[in-house]
């Protein structure tokens, strides 16, 4: 033990390191309980990750085992997003008085029809998630998603809106069905922050901030900014809508995912690995 620690003596130390050591799995059940079991979650990060160069793939391998945990992990996170929005939706739908946060030139701005096909995206983004990241990493994806739902409830209740466009389906022409079933779906009365800013920022960074090809970091980043333009060129939101539902999700993403260490859920592992190697060899 004392071996380990003149090697390691900051903790600092990478999975290549653990795997020298790799005997004392039989020999030493301090280090079985604690440093080998991250040992195995490491290797089950590895194998899903599929790096055959420096980037990890987009799709991650999971077992039949891991995609249920996730699935019920992001079942759970979009109906705690989702009640809180309905919920105060309906509640704001029987108000008398309603702020109007926008500008009148906002008014002008044109709709662009096929920019629904970008607002409507956002609806699949669960299910890139399910399988880009790994069941730890929905762990924390959960928190941020559900308590930013609780949030932006919040505000609905405290600062009512309604939106300044007119919703006229004789303006529709090659995307009536879509708009008619949004309009239904959607009370135009929840607007600052939009959460659907919110949620296509949250589902999209943690890949993002992914060890995944630049491309792919390029595209990804595109289709959340067309989610964001989306939003006013369908003339469901305004232009405040979008900045505060940006500050609502990076608020929560950086409070309860990156800065809770999910990202780059390998080195995390391993760093701890070697925290715990030293802190037991002393």
Not at 19 to 37: D, V
Not at 237 to 256: K, N, P
Request: proline residues 5%; positive net charge; contains cysteine.
């Amino acid at each position: 033990m004392g071996i380990l620690a003149c090697m390691f003596p900051h903790g600092d130390c990478k999975f290549s390191d653990l795997e020298t050591f790799s005997y004392k799995r039989t020999g030493h059940n301090r280090l079985n309980s604690k440093i080998f079991h991250q040992w195995d979650i490491i290797e089950h990060e590895r194998q899903a990750m599929n790096k055959p160069g420096p980037y990890r793939s987009l799709i991650l391998k999971h077992t039949r085992d891991d995609l249920i945990k996730s699935c019920k992990i992001l079942l759970l996170g979009v109906l705690g997003f989702t009640s809180p929005y309905i919920f105060s939706n309906y509640i704001n739908s029987f108000r008398q008085t309603h702020w109007s946060l926008y500008l009148p030139s906002e008014l002008d701005i044109p709709r662009v029809e096929w920019m629904v096909i970008f607002y409507v995206s956002a609806y699949i983004l669960p299910l890139l998630t399910l399988f880009a990241l790994s069941p730890r990493q929905h762990k924390g994806l959960i928190k941020a998603i559900f308590l930013s739902g609780l949030f932006g409830a919040c505000i609905f209740l405290l600062l009512p809106t309604k939106l300044g466009y007119a919703r006229d389906l004789d303006q529709i022409i090659y995307f009536k069905p879509v708009y008619e079933l949004l309009w239904q779906i959607d009370l135009p009365y929840n607007l600052m922050p939009s959460m659907h800013v919110t949620m296509a920022h949250l589902m999209l960074m943690p890949i993002i901030y992914e060890k995944i090809n630049p491309v792919w970091k390029f595209a990804l980043s595109l289709w959340l900014l067309g989610i964001y333009l989306s939003i006013v060129l369908v003339h469901q939101h305004h232009m405040i809508d979008i900045v505060s539902g940006h500050i609502l999700a990076e608020y929560c993403f950086r409070r309860f995912y990156k800065n809770q260490g999910y990202i780059g859920i390998e080195d995390q592992v391993e760093i701890e690995a070697a925290k715990n190697i030293s802190d037991l060899a002393a």
